[in-house]
């Protein structure tokens, strides 16, 4: 037996927000109304969808203008890290890497924090010199930033 219920909140392999699906009544009853993830199909539950679908847009409209600007803050900038390398080595190859948590460390220690995920790199940096690297703030919203590893 299926009941239909609509989507509070995405929900992994079953669907998005908003979405309505047609799940086993067991599944509805102790899984996904107890904790909140949906609500049977009711004129009611639309409503609440819809006041929950216009405070999830504000607050992404909210969260994307400090991305925005914390995205401008860091704009062009170039990060020195300072890394042990290889004496003697003409590639300036480095003893261990610098890691999207190093970078992260570093533009925190700056005064703009932000998480090593969304540092985008595509394997660690591993010798001296400069390297572009992309921060991702939101899906949308990036900043490109130099940095520089000098040997120690």
């Known amino acids: 037996m299926s009941v239909e219920v609509i989507l509070m909140d995405d929900v992994e392999h079953l669907g998005k927000m908003g979405d309505t699906v047609h799940v086993r009544d067991g599944y509805a009853r102790n899984y ?3 904790r909140g993830l949906a609500e049977p199909l009711t004129k009611n539950a639309l409503r609440k969808l819809e ?3 216009k405070q999830r847009e504000e607050l992404m409209r ?7 600007e914390k995205a401008s803050k860091i704009k062009g900038i170039t990060l020195t890290i300072a890394a042990k390398a290889v004496e003697g080595d003409e590639e300036g190859k480095l003893y261990g890497s610098v890691s999207a948590a190093d970078i992260a460390a570093a533009l925190e220690a700056q ?3 932000v998480a090593p995920a969304m540092v985008r790199l595509e394997e660690p940096i591993k010798t001296v010199g400069e390297t572009a690297v992309t921060i991702a703030l939101m899906p949308d919203v ?6 520089a590893v000098v040997a120690e």
């Open 32 to 34: 996904l109304l107890p």
């Open 51 to 53: 006041k929950l679908r």
């Open 62 to 68: 909210i969260r994307r203008a400090e991305a925005t």
């Open 111 to 113: 005064g703009t924090a």
């Open 142 to 147: 990036t900043a490109d930033i130099t940095v």
